[in-house]
């Protein structure tokens, strides 16, 4: 036996210690060299570390949950063994963190016939799948080197290969920690820790001052219509956000104050000069804030570009640790699903955050008469500390006053 023993590696930016996501592999696996092992968490994003040995696995040390310091034993392996078990389907996997601590072999759904290797697919793949019951195995991957992608599993998803391919129940069962008719207990792991934490931080530390606008996007959304009509074809239409977003790097010019950090650990106030504008997106592990660097630099069709292109990264899990950090201030929208009024809570250490309601029709009294308008609100929450109230208000009044009058969003001062 050639014993190898691997340590969590430093996973960057001053990362100490990651939290158990998921084992790819359990005891008594032979994996290839680069073959997915495990994901980690860290404060930033979920991470998947690939094996760097080929051999079989003989300890894993951990379970889902579980926080490892940089350095600390993660698995084992004999690099001398390499072809006399099973290699881990993704299924198998997925069913290892619940024998991982005791080292026991857990059920693998069977492959189909032909299928040889690991499968390869990303983590959110290999989530949903698991979710929704589909072997992985079972699929032909599209993607580089049959790599399945996303809409691999779509197709999966609506033919009758769902049908057919409900073998994970019991391993989806065996993952949790317990279940009844009427109760479930879901653990509170990986990103969905770190939102709760951080909420929690936020909430108690700060003094949320909220504020809340109404403003008449009527105007804007005639520009908008009007751009959208000449976009050219296959090219994404224009939606509010950018709008918003060109709008708000402008106000903050007239209110730098609300584009800071609070740093706690030296009790000072930094203003940034340049807007790098957190985007809130919801996704698949929980609520993520990728940025948009620059934002003040960027015209309205760069910017509608990059937040696409950041939030899709976050969304997919294809988003670099830098994406994930390092706003100065926050938009927030849930799109139709906006309501009328919300308070959304602070990013640290971020000083202002500003939500984004749906836009509706209502009547609204104009020049006398009553008119067809279209609305929006603007809720937005400031740290009562740094920015008073006065300040708070004048900079989402600010920003109404662009968003009625579009066109001054792009006319130089």
Same mark, same amino acid.
């Given at each position: 036996? /050639?014993?190898?023993?691997? &340590?969590? @590696?430093?996973?960057?930016?001053?990362?100490?210690?990651?939290?158990?996501?998921?084992?790819?592999?359990?005891?008594?696996?032979?994996?290839?060299?680069?073959? *997915?092992?495990?994901?980690?968490?860290?404060?930033?994003?979920?991470?998947?570390?690939?094996? @760097?040995? /080929?051999?079989?696995?003989?300890?894993?040390?951990?379970?889902?949950?579980?926080?490892?310091?940089?350095?600390?034993?993660?698995?084992?392996?004999?690099?001398?063994?390499?072809?006399?078990? &099973?290699?881990?389907?993704?299924?198998? #996997?997925?069913?290892?963190?619940?024998?991982?601590?005791?080292?026991? *072999?857990?059920?693998?759904?069977?492959?189909?016939?032909?299928?040889?290797?690991?499968?390869?697919?990303?983590?959110?793949?290999?989530?949903?799948?698991?979710?929704?019951? !589909?072997?992985?195995?079972?699929?032909?991957?599209?993607?580089?080197?049959?790599?399945?992608?996303?809409?691999?599993?779509?197709?999966?998803?609506?033919?009758?290969?769902?049908? /057919?391919?409900?073998?994970?129940?019991?391993?989806?069962?065996?993952?949790? *920690?317990?279940?009844? #008719?009427?109760?479930?207990?879901?653990?509170?792991?990986?990103?969905?820790?770190?939102?709760?934490?951080?909420?929690?931080?936020?909430?108690?530390?700060?003094?949320?001052?909220?504020?809340?606008?109404?403003?008449?996007?009527?105007?804007?959304?005639?520009?908008?219509?009007?751009?959208?009509?000449?976009?050219?074809?296959?090219? #994404?239409?224009? /939606?509010?956000?950018?709008?918003?977003?060109?709008?708000?790097?402008?106000?903050?010019?007239?209110?730098?104050?609300?584009?800071?950090?609070?740093?706690?650990?030296?009790?000072?106030?930094?203003?940034?000069?340049?807007?790098?504008?957190?985007?809130?997106?919801?996704?698949?592990?929980?609520? &993520?804030?990728?940025?948009?660097?620059?934002?003040?630099?960027?015209?309205?069709?760069?910017?509608?570009?990059?937040?696409?292109?950041?939030?899709?990264?976050?969304?997919?899990?294809?988003?670099?640790?830098?994406?994930?950090?390092?706003?100065?201030?926050?938009?927030?929208?849930?799109?139709?699903?906006?309501?009328?009024?919300?308070?959304?809570?602070?990013?640290?250490?971020?000083? #202002?955050?500003?939500?984004?309601?749906?836009?509706?029709?209502? *009547?609204?009294?104009?020049?006398?008469?009553?008119?067809?308008? &279209?609305?929006?609100?603007?809720?937005?929450?400031?740290?009562?500390?740094?920015?008073?109230?006065?300040?708070?208000?004048?900079? !989402?009044?600010?920003?109404?006053?662009?968003?009625?009058?579009?066109?001054?969003?792009? !006319?130089?001062?």
């Amino acid at each position: 036996m /050639s014993r190898h023993t691997f &340590k969590l @590696p430093d996973l960057g930016e001053g990362t100490v210690s990651a939290e158990i996501i998921a084992w790819h592999v359990k005891p008594g696996d032979v994996i290839k060299e680069d073959q *997915p092992l495990v994901e980690m968490s860290t404060d930033k994003a979920v991470v998947e570390i690939p094996s @760097p040995v /080929s051999g079989q696995v003989l300890t894993v040390n951990g379970k889902p949950g579980d926080v490892i310091a940089v350095g600390a034993e993660l698995a084992t392996f004999d690099t001398a063994a390499t072809g006399d078990a &099973k290699a881990p389907s993704a299924p198998a #996997a997925r069913a290892a963190p619940a024998a991982a601590t005791s080292a026991a *072999p857990a059920a693998a759904a069977p492959a189909s016939a032909g299928t040889a290797g690991p499968v390869r697919a990303s983590p959110a793949t290999r989530r949903r799948a698991q979710e929704a019951g !589909i072997n992985l195995a079972s699929l032909a991957g599209t993607g580089t080197g049959g790599r399945i992608v996303p809409s691999d599993l779509e197709r999966a998803l609506a033919g009758p290969v769902k049908a /057919s391919a409900k073998a994970a129940p019991a391993a989806v069962a065996a993952s949790a *920690p317990s279940s009844s #008719a009427d109760v479930q207990e879901i653990p509170v792991i990986g990103i969905r820790r770190v939102i709760a934490q951080r909420m929690s931080e936020a909430a108690r530390s700060i003094p949320h001052f909220s504020y809340v606008e109404e403003v008449d996007i009527s105007a804007l959304h005639a520009m908008r219509e009007h751009l959208n009509s000449g976009t050219p074809k296959g090219a #994404a239409p224009l /939606s509010y956000l950018p709008f918003i977003a060109a709008a708000l790097v402008r106000a903050l010019k007239r209110y730098p104050q609300c584009n800071a950090h609070f740093d706690a650990a030296r009790e000072t106030l930094v203003r940034h000069r340049a807007v790098h504008m957190g985007i809130a997106t919801q996704t698949n592990e929980g609520l &993520k804030v990728p940025v948009v660097r620059n934002a003040d630099q960027l015209g309205l069709r760069a910017l509608a570009t990059e937040i696409t292109r950041v939030t899709g990264a976050a969304r997919d899990r294809s988003a670099r640790r830098e994406e994930l950090s390092g706003s100065t201030i926050t938009l927030t929208s849930l799109g139709k699903l906006g309501g009328i009024a919300s308070t959304p809570i602070i990013n640290m250490p971020e000083v #202002a955050i500003v939500g984004v309601n749906r836009a509706v029709d209502r *009547p609204m009294v104009v020049n006398g008469t009553i008119q067809i308008r &279209k609305m929006m609100n603007l809720s937005s929450s400031f740290d009562h500390r740094f920015v008073d109230g006065a300040d708070a208000a004048g900079l !989402i009044q600010a920003l109404r006053d662009l968003l009625e009058h579009p066109a001054t969003i792009f !006319i130089d001062e």
